[in-house]
């Protein structure tokens, strides 16, 4: 006996008696092991996952981009607490009170809570460049620059980290964000520590304006970078 539809069903006319042979056909077809599925969730283009012939695009260098936002991030703190770690060299230079260099601190916060609402907009244009500057700035030795200075600094500290933040997003795997971002964070304390050990030794042996204008070297070359 011949496993046809048309056998099968002897009064169907031609066309008919074809349906139903592809009808028949089919479960057969799709019980093939060897067979290709097909179909909007299985095609790469439609289901988002790279076909066997597309080339998976290869991660952009995370461990520069995490150095050079870490090295960023130092630079910036050490900036901010420059002139607070060698008050007794400043104050009498300037012939203020020792307590208010702490001012100048409070001043570089109060601009950076100012830039940080603007950050979004400016996050492209300015960055550690600012910091070196301010450094240079405060180099001067005048009461007028240091307030001008610190008010620069302000405005790279608040752009620093935003900024950061966007670089990293772009090359950090998802999976590995919480690590890049901690250890890029992990530069505020090295910063503090930086400032404390390098600032006062260089202020002691070259003066204090000589030790601030050779920390802005720093941030010159990560802009440069």
Request: hydrophobic share 55%; glycine share 10%; proline share 6%.
């Given at each position: 006996m011949k496993d046809t539809a048309a056998d099968a069903a002897p009064g169907l006319g031609a066309p008919a008696a074809r349906e139903a042979s592809e009808a028949s056909a089919a479960p057969r077809a799709s019980k093939d092991p060897t067979a290709t599925p097909t179909g909007p969730l299985t095609d790469p283009e439609q289901s988002g996952h790279p076909g066997p012939s597309e080339a998976v695009e290869p991660q952009p260098q995370l461990a520069s981009a995490l150095t050079l936002t870490t090295l960023s991030q130092i630079t910036a703190t050490s900036s901010v607490l420059?002139?607070?770690?060698?008050?007794?060299?400043?104050?009498?230079?300037?012939?203020?009170?020792?307590?208010?260099?702490?001012?100048?601190?409070?001043?570089?916060?109060?601009?950076?809570?100012?830039?940080?609402?603007?950050?979004?907009?400016?996050?492209?244009?300015?960055?550690?460049g600012r910091v070196g500057l301010g450094d240079l700035g405060m180099a001067l030795g005048s009461r007028p620059a240091i307030v001008r200075a610190s008010v620069i600094i302000g405005i790279g500290y608040a752009l620093n980290n935003p900024a950061s933040s966007h670089i990293l997003a772009k090359v950090a795997p998802p999976e590995r964000r919480n690590l890049v971002f901690s250890v890029k964070q992990a530069g505020v304390p090295l910063g503090g520590m930086a400032a404390a050990l390098a600032i006062p030794p260089l202020a002691a042996a070259l003066g204090w304006q000589v030790a601030l204008a050779l920390a802005a070297i720093v941030p010159f070359a990560l802009a440069l970078a």
């Open positions: 420059a002139l607070a770690t060698i008050p007794t060299l400043v104050a009498p230079a300037l012939g203020i009170a020792l307590h208010h260099v702490g001012y100048q601190v409070s001043l570089i916060y109060a601009a950076g809570i100012v830039f940080s609402m603007l950050a979004s907009g400016l996050v492209r244009r300015w960055g550690p």
